[in-house]
T-cell receptor, first 112, second 113 residues
Framework: DAGVTQSPTHLIKTRGQQVTLRCSPK?????VSWYQQALGQGPQFIFQ???????QRGNFPDRFSGHQFPNYSSELNVNALLLGDSALYLC???????????FGEGSRLTVL | DQQVKQNSPSLSVQEGRISILNCDYT??????FLWYKKYPAEGPTFLIS?????DKNEDGRFTVFLNKSAKHLSLHIVPSQPGDSAVYFC????????????FGKGTHLIIQP
């Protein structure tokens, strides 16, 4: 049983570009959340998707958007990249309303 | 505004002894508290949780204590083993755990042989 898988694992972009990160949840999970982890910090909640809708959002600007597909997989899109967007982006899945999240290994984004 | 504080960035403990990791929070709306463990180059892994209606939850070598009046929780690991060396995150949540988690900055636990 595959856990949470994320792609790509590493990527480099330049300021102003756009990026799309992808996530496949653990089998049986219908809720996907995205977190940003900057160096030396704990993960910060970006948003959560359930039933293909954004259910909850953290304190992130509209440049951060997402999508959930009927098979529960999800994408995170970041537009107009800034240097400060360089971070590890973590996807987590769970059954709905369960707090124990299963995390992927993350996508390391570097913005130059 | 840091809602979750883990004031010890690192902690060194001898193998076989007890490790105690602390976490303080400010938001009284938190009602579900989780601990995650993270190895380098891996995503965080769920370790143990506690609901606000309890003051203690135990799972094998791991015990979490919650003091709601002090807005403080702690994770006890006994006995500590070399494989416990990792970064530990405290992550409170609202809505019984259904809402997004608020992570602390983490404590790097190092188990010395």
């Amino acid at each position: 049983d595959a856990g949470v898988t994320q792609s790509p694992t590493h990527l480099i972009k330049t300021r102003g570009q756009q990026v799309t990160l992808r996530c496949s949840p653990k089998s049986g999970h219908d809720t996907v959340s995205w977190y940003q982890q900057a160096l030396g910090q704990g993960p910060q909640f970006i948003f959560q998707y359930y039933e293909e809708e954004e259910r909850q959002r953290g304190n992130f600007p509209d440049r951060f958007s997402g999508h959930q597909f009927p098979n529960y997989s999800s994408e995170l899109n970041v537009n107009a990249l800034l240097l400060g967007d360089s971070a590890l982006y973590l996807c987590a899945s769970s059954p709905f309303s369960v707090g124990e999240l299963f995390f992927g290994e993350g996508s390391r984004l570097t913005v130059l | 505004d840091q809602q979750v504080k883990q004031n010890s960035p690192s902690l060194s403990v001898q193998e076989g002894r007890i490790s105690i990791l602390n976490c303080d929070y400010t938001n009284s709306m938190f009602d579900y508290f989780l601990w995650y463990k993270k190895y380098p180059a891996e995503g965080p892994t769920f370790l143990i949780s506690i609901s606000s209606i309890k003051d203690k939850n135990e799972d094998g070598r791991f015990t979490v204590f919650l003091n709601k009046s002090a807005k403080h929780l702690s994770l006890h690991i006994v006995p500590s083993q070399p494989g416990d060396s990792a970064v530990y995150f405290c992550a409170p949540a609202k809505g019984g755990g259904a809402d997004g988690l608020t992570f602390g900055k983490g404590t790097h636990l190092i188990i010395q042989p």
